[in-house]
Each structure stands twice: as structure tokens, then as C-alpha cells.
């Protein structure tokens, strides 16, 4: 019983090494095109009208550099909303919602991801979602994901507007971990075997 525990831990010991010495800064920025216009922004109704903004994550100058290693998913900004404008008219937000993602970098890539919007908006209140099915787009081998989710927009009046978007960016662990072990992963396999050796003795006698 006692091998077989002191062989796991050995084995968590080395994945975790393993994936730890291959953590990766990934560089990335958002750029966001609303259906109705073409744009970043869009204007929505005629008198009194609402303008639905997007405002995206980094920039091709300066991208979002987020560190992601093989253990689990990392939460990411990917951007916000911003309502401004509006009246005591309801304003019908309609079309589709476009997010593109722009690797830079090593395994520089684009990807795309689509949300729907609906519902209608005053200057205080209304409801209007953008509605984001479970999309994910893989660029090399990181991942770019948002949540099946329907994201609330607000009116000016709540949080002057103001809506993040957020998401999870993953990463596969290189084939190459298991076939050559990094010298963060040796250094926890000599103690491992140490361990192993003692266990081994002491059974002996």
C-alpha cells in the first residue's frame, strides 16, 4: 500500500513539474464588430439614441499577456461594454455581436467567437442580453473560451454602463513533457526515487 502511494505521489510530483516548468506568457488582444454598423460601436433607435460600445482587451501595440500553464483554465478579460446615451424611449438592440481573438507572438493566430443580441435599453432601465452560445476558438495550442452564457447589458444609469466580458484561455501540455523531462521535473524525481529506494529497504528487513 505504501509503494503504491509513494508511486502516485511520484507521478503528481512530476506532472505538476512538468507542467509548471512549461508555463507560457500568452499575448493576445480583442477586437469586437457589431453587425449594425461594421464597427466597434453601434447606434441603436433614432430618437434618443442608444450607443452600444465595445472596448477590447489589449491592442496590436500592446497586447493582454496573461501566464497559462497544462494545471487548468485561466480567467481572462476579454473586453467590456459600455452603454451610452439613450432617453426615456426604448431602444431595440438588434444583430449580431462578433468577437475576434488576435494571438501575437509565438503560434500567432486569429480566431472568432459570435453572440447574438436582444431586448431594448432606455438612459435607466430595460433589459437586453447578448446572448453567447459555448464557443471556443484554439489558436496553436492555447484555447479561447467563453462560457455558455447570456450576458446582461445595462443602461448608462447602472455602473455608467459597464459590462465585462469575460472568459478562460487553456493550454495543452506539449507531448514533448513525457518524452523529455525538464530539469524542474528531475528535480523532483530524484527524491521521488529516494523515497521509493527507502520504502523498499525498509520492507526488506
Do not use: W
Not at 505538476?16 to 466597434?40: E, I, P
Not at 513525457?178 to 530524484?190: F, I, K, M, N, R
Request: proline share 4%; hydrophobic share 45%.
Amino acid at each position: 500500500m505504501k509503494m503504491k502511494t509513494l508511486g502516485r505521489l511520484l507521478s503528481v510530483g512530476v506532472l505538476l513539474a512538468a507542467a509548471t516548468a512549461h508555463a507560457q506568457s500568452v499575448q493576445f488582444y480583442t477586437v469586437g464588430t457589431f453587425s449594425a454598423s461594421g464597427g466597434a460601436s453601434a447606434m441603436f433607435g433614432t430618437r434618443d439614441p442608444l450607443t452600444l460600445t465595445f472596448v477590447g482587451a489589449g491592442s496590436a501595440a500592446n497586447p493582454t499577456a496573461v501566464t497559462v500553464d497544462a494545471l487548468g483554465p485561466t480567467l481572462a478579460s476579454f473586453g467590456q461594454f459600455i452603454t451610452t446615451g439613450g432617453g426615456v424611449r426604448a431602444n431595440d438592440l438588434l444583430g449580431n455581436f462578433t468577437l475576434n481573438v488576435f494571438q501575437v507572438g509565438a503560434g500567432a493566430g486569429t480566431g472568432t467567437l459570435i453572440g447574438s443580441l436582444n431586448g431594448s435599453l432606455t438612459r435607466s432601465g430595460g433589459i437586453a442580453t447578448l446572448a453567447l452560445g459555448a464557443g471556443s476558438v484554439t489558436i496553436g495550442n492555447v484555447t479561447y473560451g467563453l462560457p455558455a452564457t447570456t450576458l446582461a447589458l445595462v443602461p448608462r444609469s447602472v455602473n455608467g454602463g459597464i459590462v465585462a466580458l469575460r472568459g478562460e484561455i487553456t493550454r495543452a501540455l506539449p507531448v514533448s513533457i513525457a518524452s523529455v523531462p525538464e530539469p524542474a521535473t528531475l528535480a523532483l524525481v530524484g527524491p521521488g526515487l529516494a523515497l521509493v529506494g527507502t520504502a523498499v529497504r525498509r520492507r526488506r528487513r
